[in-house]
T-cell receptor, first 116, second 113 residues
């Protein structure tokens, strides 16, 4: 969607290096998400945030960290502790209407991370 | 946690025929089920979704059915066209608010001319 911007489109990481992936949205969505996609696999949830200054671990949070200092921004850091970081990383966002009803998640164009 | 199984992994149909993709989920508390279409190298795009309080939803050539008792839901595409060729993902989440989705592994739909 035009309202979710991920950068860079391609990223290369050296061994032992931390890298940060950017995700910005101008949709005024409360919730933001990070997913990882490997070839032939579905998307797997890394972290998500429902409100500023709060976030929760997803299914594969080890080796990753996030922050949510602003509503529109949810950067993901891939640390050196993540031993197999090569993947396609997708950021998504959604509105939050109530605690009883999930709303559609819309995705950015993704960042493809590779190891040098 | 939730587990979503999706079948088949690859589906080849003749143009104009129908395609059906099936998913099962494990958590009976799940109540929101979206379907995404992803073309090669691009973002997943939401094509249809269904909530647990309805059994079927249609949008032109696309429909989704949900059987809560059996914990499975299906995507139906009628009158398939070449532009329907893509990978389709089902997902599930339990309410509410804004929890992350659990995805199936995807179905590669190939439309044969």
């Amino acid at each position: 969607d035009g309202g979710i911007t991920q950068s860079p489109k391609y990223l290369f990481r050296k061994e032992g290096q931390n890298v940060t992936l950017s995700c910005e949205q101008n949709l005024n969505h409360d919730a933001m998400y990070w997913y990882r996609q490997d070839p032939g696999q579905g998307l797997r949830l890394i972290y998500y945030s429902q409100i500023v200054n709060d976030f929760q671990k997803g299914d594969i949070a080890e080796g990753y960290s996030v922050s949510r200092e602003k509503k529109e921004s949810f950067p993901l850091t891939v640390t050196s502790a993540q031993k197999n970081p090569t993947a396609f990383y997708l950021c998504a966002s959604s509105i939050v209407l109530s605690v009883y009803s999930n709303q559609p998640q819309h995705f950015g164009d993704g960042t493809r991370l590779s190891i040098l | 946690g939730e587990n979503v199984e999706q079948h088949p992994s690859t589906l080849s149909v003749q143009e104009g025929d129908s395609a059906v993709i099936k998913c099962t989920y494990s958590d009976s508390a799940s109540n929101y089920f979206p379907w995404y279409k992803q073309e090669l190298g691009k973002r997943p795009q939401l094509i249809i979704d269904i909530r647990s309080n309805v059994g079927e939803k249609k949008d032109q050539r696309i429909a989704v059915t949900l059987n809560k008792t059996a914990k499975h839901f299906s995507l139906h595409i009628t009158e398939t066209q070449p532009e329907d060729s893509a990978v389709y993902f089902c997902a599930a989440v339990k309410g509410g608010g804004a929890d992350g989705l659990t995805f199936g592994k995807g179905t590669h739909l190939i439309i044969q001319p």
